[in-house]
């Protein structure tokens, strides 16, 4: 894992350990309606109908919004982190160790 995307979830932990020190982030139905759909907003699955809903809300309750951009920061690094390439050799090194199992 590069420095930076240590670096990166490093301040997500602290930002997200701050965060439960806060209220419940589902602070009423409508909340706890988009943060359901959040997930599949985030992923790109949701129906468009439904996309317009969670878009709103996000628009109009910040928690939500603050959780939504948590989400996806964590999607981010997560992405990033699976993009890096295996250090030269290992591969085949690993498919030594393998052969010799
Ligand atoms: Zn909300």
């Known amino acids: 894992m590069s420095t930076e995307i240590r670096r990166d979830a490093a301040e997500l932990i602290a930002y997200a ?19 359901l759909r959040l997930e599949a907003y985030l992923d790109g699955e949701l129906p468009d109908v439904e996309v ?40 085949e090194r690993v498919r030594l160790r393998l052969e010799q199992a």
């Open 17 to 35: 350990r701050g965060q439960s020190a806060r209220p419940g982030a589902a602070c009423g139905p409508a909340c706890e309606e988009a943060l």
């Open 52 to 91: 317009t809903v969670v878009a709103d809300h996000l628009t109009a309750c910040f928690p939500c919004t603050d959780r939504a951009s948590f989400e996806q920061a964590l999607r981010d690094i997560i992405r990033r982190s699976c993009a890096e390439q295996a250090p030269p050799g290992l591969l």
